[in-house]
Nanobody, 123 residues
Framework: QVQLVESGGGLVQAGESLRLSCAAS????????MGWYRQAPGKQRELVAV???????NYAEAVKGRFTISRDNAKNTVYLQMNSLKPEDTAVYYCNAMVVTTTLLGRRENMYWGQGTQVSVSS
């Protein structure tokens, strides 16, 4: 099994910064894409940023220029540096990873989610 554990959420004021971390553990052969999603109350979950194994990145328009996603492949960890936070960034942030594991039937790629971490930004 694979587990994703997030950390780094909290309550900050507008304009401040937070750094989220997400560590993957378990029977991991490799990790392809890793990303962050968020879900605000009453809204659908949306993509925030994603990073592919080759370090290619993609960001939601709302966070471009303010958020930076990075990963440490040796630690199976993805980070989200969030600067210039706004009240509209308030949401539960979820880590997501496409993980390849080795099973009796061969290698399989599955999507995994973390438990979520709350980010609250006050005005």
């Amino acid at each position: 099994q694979v587990q994703l554990v997030e950390s780094g959420g909290g309550l900050v004021q507008a304009g401040e910064s937070l750094r989220l971390s997400c560590a993957a553990s378990g029977s991991i052969f490799s990790i392809n894409a890793m990303g962050w999603y968020r879900q605000a109350p009453g809204k659908q979950r949306e993509l925030v940023a994603v990073i592919i194994s080759g370090a290619s990145t993609n960001y939601a328009e709302a966070v471009k220029g303010r958020f930076t996603i990075s990963r440490d492949n040796a630690k199976n960890t993805v980070y989200l540096q969030m600067n210039s936070l706004k009240p509209e960034d308030t949401a539960v942030y979820y880590c997501n990873a496409m993980v390849v594991t080795t099973t009796l039937l061969g290698r399989r790629e599955n999507m995994y989610w973390g438990q979520g971490t709350q980010v609250s930004v006050s005005s």
